[in-house]
T-cell receptor, first 116, second 116 residues
Framework: AQSVAQPEDQVNVAEGNPLTVKCTYS??????LFWYVQYPNRGLQFLLK??????LVKGSYGFEAEFNKSQTSFHLKKPSALVSDSALYFC??????????????FGKGTKLSVIP | DTAVSQTPKYLVTQMGNDKSIKCEQN?????MYWYKQDSKKFLKIMFS???????INETVPNRFSPKSPDKAHLNLHINSLELGDSAVYFC???????????????FGPGTRLTVT
């Protein structure tokens, strides 16, 4: 079975400081990993994904994420946080072996608050 | 141009009623999904259709019935609504079907269903 964990319900960071939102995963095969962001009363928006290749993935709005196979992690990062980054962030995983019935499994979400 | 649209945006109804939510995507994708997001923001797949055929059907009461008249549309019909059905329902679409697990999903704005 595939699973994903976001250990922090909330992350607070000052504007201009670097931010990290943590994600760890578990799959039988190789992972396809995704980050999505949800603003209040909106649908989820795709930020970035890791499929294969370079462990550092760059995405929308200056976000990036680092895939670490040994630690089974895929943490989301941004060098300098903006107030407008405040939102709910979801990590998601899909097992390429089909062990997860090819479905995308989401973490419970991490609320990011950027303080002016 | 709206990529994935849902109607209605809000739906308030009484227990026991039957209601439908409609979803349309203009991205040319061949796979569409329904997700349920509960009050704690937990997101769970309900159904997935690829080229109008059901490929994922999670443990969902049979009061929920998806229907895909064509690749661009996936509707959700709910019979005998219960209080516990109150949630936000998201439609999503992507390329690739079972073999395309590395494609990101595009989400609609959501339908907030309130059952009284």
């Amino acid at each position: 079975a595939q699973s994903v964990a976001q250990p922090e319900d909330q992350v607070n960071v000052a504007e201009g400081n670097p931010l990290t939102v943590k994600c760890t995963y578990s799959v039988s095969g190789n992972p396809y990993l995704f980050w999505y962001v949800q603003y209040p009363n909106r649908g989820l928006q795709f930020l970035l994904k890791y499929i294969t290749g370079d462990n550092l993935v760059k995405g929308s709005y200056g976000f990036e994420a680092e895939f670490n196979k040994s630690q089974t992690s895929f943490h989301l990062k941004k060098p300098s946080a903006l107030v407008s980054d405040s939102a709910l962030y979801f990590c998601a995983v899909r097992d390429d072996s089909g062990a997860g019935s090819y479905q995308l499994t989401f973490g419970k979400g991490t609320k990011l608050s950027v303080i002016p | 141009d709206t990529a994935v649209s849902q109607t209605p945006k809000y739906l308030v109804t009484q227990m026991g009623n039957d209601k439908s939510i409609k979803c349309e995507q203009n991205l040319g994708h061949d796979t569409m999904y329904w997700y349920k997001q509960d009050s704690k923001k937990f997101l769970k797949i309900m159904f997935s259709y690829n080229n109008k055929e059901l490929i994922i059907n999670e443990t969902v009461p049979n009061r929920f019935s998806p229907k895909s008249p064509d690749k661009a549309h996936l509707n959700l019909h709910i019979n005998s609504l219960e209080l516990g059905d109150s949630a936000v329902y998201f439609c999503a679409s992507s390329q690739g079907g079972l073999a395309g697990g590395y494609y990101e999903q595009y989400f609609g704005p959501g339908t907030r269903l309130t059952v009284t």
